[in-house]
Each structure stands twice: as structure tokens, then as C-alpha cells.
């Protein structure tokens, strides 16, 4: 019996004459047409207070967040915004704005979606393999399991969630370090630890690690050819960022991994989140693999 599907649209990387890292979709957002970046690592829906305001949304002065860098970034509140996909209407609760990163107006980004808050039931499904986003409203188990008989080339893992944060955390360790909480994070080019994750591993200093939203540069370093162990799963990292501090958890999962894999995954942070990664990086794919709870 096939899944129901409430919207299924394609994810872009492309911004004025180049790409970008970050999957985004097309959304309007009351009358204006803008570009919104689905971000795993988003609690909230964050609009760009340049497009609240042509959007026409109230916008009350809120409490300043911090960004990637730890800078402070000033905010307001829009509560319940009204927005479309495609032809679908959702309902954007809690809301916030904050200033946008200059290069956001010229790209003609408006902000960033919190994929597994768009819905309140139905799964979110980032398919980064064929580059399509879409909602799905049925039973969990069902859904996944059509997720994964729809990518042949691609073995489904069970990745088990910590319920008690709302971004999608769970267990993964850069080899030989033992496994500590890390965050799925579509929002992020790399995959970044902290220190305290690798103690002892040294990196250099980068000539560019990155920017966060209010444009002062991330601190940290790099060090090159690790290897990243999510249960059985391993990955080659080129390229792994070590940080003093990356959040609430000890690492993110960036771009740089999830690039070419589906991830499937809901509001619910007590449910776990199917991650369907290529065949190559499981030892032996005969069963499903399951992630040690956080």
C-alpha cells in the first residue's frame, strides 16, 4: 500500500552564478518568493529580518542568540508565521528573524527551515542522494521502509535519537575516540568536533574555517584523512574541523557527509532517525544497523 505523500519538491544548491552547500527549497512566504535553507541543526524556523519586513510579519525585538562563531546576533520574534511550499500551506510556529548574512539578499535566501518542525506528523525525508525534499504522513516504520526500498544503492541505518533535544542528536566517534553525542546538521558544510571529543588531536590552523551569520570568522582548526564511526558506518573525512566548543553536544555532522544520503526524520525527538548511507561504508549489509542510544 503506497505511503501518502503531502509534498515532494526539488532541494537546490544553486545561488546567483555558483552553488552553495546548504540544500534549499523555493517557499513563499506570505506574497514574497524567497529560497529557504533546510537546517537539521534549527530548533526554530529563522526568517531573515530583511524578508519579515518585506513580507510584511510583525517583528517584536527578542532575546539575542549567538551564532556559529559564538558571536551575539540580534532577534525578534514574528510568532506564527503563514508560508507555502509548492502548493502546500504550513504554518511556521514560533518564528524568529534575525539579520542576514550579507551574501543571503543576492542569492535571494530568506532564512532557514527547521525540516522536522514544518509538520507536525508527518516525516521529513531529505533525500540528498537525488536531491528532493519531501513530507510524509503515515506510519513511521512504513515510511521508512519505503524510504529505503526507494534507494537500491543505499543501506538504511537506525540512528537512535537523545529525546531530550529537539535537533537530531545521536552517538558517533571519530576513530579511535570513544563515541559522544553529535548533531545531523544539513546547515553546516563540514563535520566539526569538539576538542574535548579528540583529546590529544592537534590540527592547524585553516587559511579560511568559516564564517557564522553575523560574519566573524569560526575559530578552530582542521586536521586531515579521519575517519567518522556512526555504529557500524564508517566514513572517510579529507577535511575534520576541531573546535573548542560546537553547541549543546560535542559534534556536528556536516554537508561533507551527508551529501549524497537520505536522511528521514520528525518532530518527535524521542523517534529514531533512519540515515540510508552508502552501501560502501557498512561492513556487511545483510541486516540493518542500529546506533548505541546517547
Known sequence: MPVRILLDIPITFAVGD????????DTRVGEVATKLILDTGSTDHVLTIELAREAGLDAEPGEAGTDHAGDEVPSWTLGTVAARIDRMPITLRNA?????????????????????????????????????????????????GWVADRGSDLVALTCVRDPAELTPVIEAAIEPFPAVPVMFNTGGRGTEF????????????????????????????EVTDRTLLVGDARFALPRLLIREHVG??????????LRGTVLVLGADPAADVSWLVPSTSLPDREAPRTTARP
Open 194 to 221: 569538539a576538542t574535548a571529543a579528540v583529546p590529544g588531536l592537534r590540527g592547524v590552523e585553516p587559511e579560511r574555517l568559516g564564517h557564522g551569520v553575523g560574519g566573524s570568522v569560526v575559530p578552530g582548526s
Open 96 to 144: 524568529v528573524a534575525i539579520t542576514g548574512p550579507a551574501k543571503f539578499a543576492g542569492w535571494g535566501v530568506g532564512g532557514f527551515l527547521s525540516p522536522q518542525h514544518i509538520h507536525p506528523s508527518a516525516l521529513a525525508v531529505l533525500d540528498l542522494a537525488d536531491d528532493r525534499f519531501l513530507l510524509v504522513d503515515d506510519d513511521p516504520d512504513e515510511v521508512r
Open 18 to 25: 555558483g552553488t552553495t552547500h546548504a540544500p534549499m527549497i
Open 248 to 257: 549543546s553536544m560535542l559534534g556536528l555532522i556536516g554537508m561533507d557527509v
